[in-house]
């Protein structure tokens, strides 16, 4: 449908549209001066002025379109990343706690052979702990990998190259419990390294009290903290002169005194020990004069 013009307009709109052609072949025809261009016509000057804002508006929204999809597809590559980096350095940090904990291990096996070569004289052998039972109520025992196959028998001395840990309880072909120290049926026969004053050391049987007892110390007998205790070779189980613990406090009482020993090795995070074993080739007794010699009954008939 055509807009017709009025009639009253007609003439304004004609002499509007003759002046419009006439500015537009002025334009085509006026030349202006660009630096460094040369010369260019007043239209297409008009007509770059009338394009470029819309070139514009253009290029900015296709850019900010552009730009925000570089941003969204860089910042899920940055968390793609950044989830493996966090993995890796969950990894890392766990190959990091396995060597440090292996070389504990090795560290704690250098203490034992060290502590085997100096005792030379004595034969022993290296167990790792397997397990242990200390609920409440139950014997402190803990589970080592040797047993009857390694040379291993009831009532043999298990230590540490800190101290005494407990004796061998029962054995079995690859596997033996061991008592410890701190448990109340335990005892091992003990003296004051100083004044080899003897006694024996137990365990309270209380899990909350990591501490030994001594027993049997007269009233009179001074005592004091830090004092070392040592085995005394009496019980017939531990060799003379392994350490055992030093005195924490001692208190008064009649007839002996309650004395309170802390441990020499650490009975709470125990991983290897070594077990002692007996002497495998002890020298036959020579019967003295003073002892009777037992003769072999003489068969029936026979004088004596």
Do not use: C
Request: no cysteine; hydrophobic share 45%; proline share 6%.
């Amino acid at each position: 449908m055509l807009y017709v013009v009025p009639t009253k307009h007609r003439s304004l709109a004609l002499l509007g549209a003759v002046l419009l052609a006439q500015v537009l072949l002025l334009a085509m025809q006026i030349r202006r001066s660009e630096d460094g261009r040369g010369e260019v016509r007043l239209i297409r000057v008009w007509a770059v002025w009338m394009v470029s804002p819309f070139q514009r508006a253009g290029a900015w929204a296709v850019d900010g379109v552009a730009g925000a999809w570089d941003r969204y597809v860089g910042l899920q590559g940055t968390h793609q990343r950044n989830q493996e980096l966090l993995a890796e350095n969950a990894r890392l940090k766990l190959r990091n706690q396995e060597l440090e904990g292996q070389a504990a291990e090795a560290m704690r096996l250098a203490a034992l052979l060290q502590f085997q070569s100096t005792r030379g004289e004595a034969q022993m052998v290296a167990a790792r702990v397997i397990g242990s039972s200390a609920a409440a109520g139950a014997n402190r025992i803990l589970f080592i990998n040797r047993g009857e196959a390694h040379g291993l028998r009831r009532n043999l001395p298990v230590i540490t190259p800190e101290g005494v840990v407990g004796k061998t309880l029962e054995v079995f072909a690859d596997t033996s419990q061991v008592l410890l120290l701190s448990d109340e049926e335990s005892g091992v026969g003990v003296m004051f390294a100083d004044s080899r004053t003897q006694g024996v050391v137990k365990g309270s049987g209380k899990l909350a009290e990591p501490w030994l007892l001594m027993d049997y110390v007269i009233s009179g007998e001074p005592v004091l903290p830090g004092q070392r205790i040592i085995t005394s070779g009496q019980d017939r189980i531990f060799p003379k002169d392994l350490p055992v613990g030093e005195v924490l406090d001692a208190a008064p009482g009649l007839p002996f005194q309650k004395i309170r020993v802390r441990p020499a090795a650490r009975l709470d995070r125990l991983e290897e020990v070594l077990v002692m074993l007996p002497q495998s080739a002890a020298a036959p007794a020579t019967p003295s004069a003073s002892q009777p010699v037992a003769t072999k009954p003489a068969p029936a008939g026979q004088p004596q």
